[in-house]
């Protein structure tokens, strides 16, 4: 009676049928005259091994033949640089959000539902939230940077770059290089030029950091640990929730913890980026990149250029000294007066 309605799994038997349980009872009345509740045949479709169930994403639709050997690098990467007590960071951007009164995934513990536009017209936004995310695989921290502009590559390494600045370089204090692990495409794809420029420029260079950047295989984003540990756990935390203002979307982040002990920090940029910036082939060849011998087109190292190193270390310090000099001026000017009087 059902053969015509029944799917199945047969690696694992598990069987699937469209029908719902009430019009299984009501064919089973009409065909053998056999009177039957739902609530019967639910039970025993579970006692059958059929469930509900949804659709689940797991078919790719392009696969390298190179993808297998591609884990396995990424995979020796991550334990040398963990042996070695070396950064390893998963970034990449999270789905953009539309800032304003509008529905949210999800549900919330509350006694009357939060009235929200009821269409999600582009118009209606404050703007849009281009959140870039670094996670620190190995510490089990991360940072969202909330753009207000374009995803850029320039966005993605000033992210990146803040991450270090802010919270790698205490973190990692003896470290002088750095493992980043991405998707193959978007503002960090593996065959933009002003990605590889950015890393250079912002990075390399003035802190001295030797990149070496792994690329996630076309399809196999799914498997950057910053989607599973980070993003998820995000999306969980406002989910239900709608996002007014780009404050609202900080906030979320930040208040984002786990069992495991996940922490986030987060802060707004407001920076405008440039699209479609151009990297001439002069341009690149003044950068050091070296592509590694196996599968060089997602795994390669950009070294520092020596006479680039220090300079932004240079110019933190000497902005700090200035602040405190200013401070101290401020707070005991009589000791100025003194000094110059002698």
Known sequence: MLEYDIAGDPSSGRKWTRMTPKKIASCLTKRLDITVCATTIRRLLKELDYSLKGNRKCISATSSPDRDEQFGIIKRQRKEFATAGDPSISVDTKAKEQIGRFKNPGR??????????????????????????????????????????????????NSIATWWKRYGKYNYPTASRILILADGGGSNGARCRAWKKFLQEKLADPYALTVTVCHYPAGASKWNPIEHRMFSEISKNWAGEPLETFESVVNFARETRTDTGLRIEAHLDEREYQKGIKVSDKEMAELTVDKDKTLG?????????????????ETDVKALLQTLFWKMITAHPEAVTVQARM
């Not at 087109?297 to 270390?313: A, D, M």
Request: hydrophobic letters at 30%; one cysteine or more; charged letters at 20%.
């Open 297 to 313: 087109k997602w795994n390669y190292t950009i070294r520092p250029r020596s006479h680039e190193t220090s300079t932004s270390e």
């Open 108 to 157: 919330t513990w509350c006694r009357q539902a939060r009235k929200v536009n009821d269409h999600d017209f582009r118009s209606h936004a404050l703007g849009v939230a281009s959140p870039y995310g670094v996670y620190d695989v190995q510490l089990n921290s991360g940072m969202l940077a909330v753009g207000k502009s374009a995803d850029t590559p320039e966005f993605a390494v």
